[in-house]
């Protein structure tokens, strides 16, 4: 198969419907696919933002370092951009990004990505709407975990992620550490907490497997928290 066919059939992101065969070649000839093992860098938090980053197999976590903490803002699955705001924002990225599992992500040129803003009004507001809704997740993100106690706060994070798995059953590709990250607690409450709802048969944790067997006492929970 034509590898330039290939690489279009993953350009799934609505705002790469606006563009013209031409436009779509521009990308494909100014782009480089890299593959990331799970915990490899994808992104590293100061360096020069000289491409635009796009996931086309995995995921990735987004990090901002502050004060010595790791604070994740969001996870990004398939074919969602890394740090697009901040590409834009400054020079250098003010974020990070991981692989969080075996990914493959498209690294657009920047002039390019720009260029095709510029002479793509349809494009344009097509980022602008992405950068919008990005943003618009993290601020809900923020609220959903704020003023919580951590038992709340880690009953919203599972319930959160079976709702985006669509199973009660699922695999976690996040260690309690960055599960900790993630919903603003230490470390050592997140695994306190995981045994706590294993004890009491909340939920059945085996491993990376997690069972949810109480939907409505951990919505009580997520809502008393």
Not at 201 to 207: P, T, W
């Amino acid at each position: 198969m034509d590898e330039n066919f290939e690489l279009e059939q993953y350009l799934k992101h609505p705002c790469f419907s606006s563009l013209s065969g031409r436009d779509v070649s521009m990308i494909i000839n100014n782009s480089t696919i890299l593959d990331f093992k799970k915990n490899e860098i994808i992104i590293k938090q100061g360096s020069f933002a000289t491409h635009i980053y796009y996931v086309l197999s995995g995921l990735a976590k987004i990090n901002i370092e502050s004060d010595g903490r790791n604070n994740t803002i969001r996870m990004a699955p398939e074919y969602r951009f890394l740090g697009l705001s901040h590409a834009f924002f400054d020079k250098t990225y003010h974020i990070s990004a991981t692989a969080m599992e075996t990914s493959k992500v498209l690294l657009i040129d920047i002039a390019v990505f720009k260029q095709l803003i510029k002479t793509n009004g349809s494009f344009a507001m097509g980022i602008i709407e992405t950068m919008s809704k990005t943003s618009h997740r993290q601020v809900k993100r923020m609220v959903m975990y704020s003023n919580k106690n951590v038992e709340g706060s880690l009953a919203t994070f599972l319930l959160h992620y079976s709702h985006m798995e669509n199973s009660t059953t699922f695999k976690l590709p996040f260690s309690r550490k960055e599960i900790a990250e993630t919903i603003g607690y230490s470390r050592e409450s997140v695994i306190h907490t995981f045994s706590k709802f294993n004890k009491e048969n909340i939920i059945r944790v085996d491993e990376k497997y997690v069972e949810l067997l109480d939907i409505e006492l951990l919505k009580q929970i997520k809502k008393k928290g």
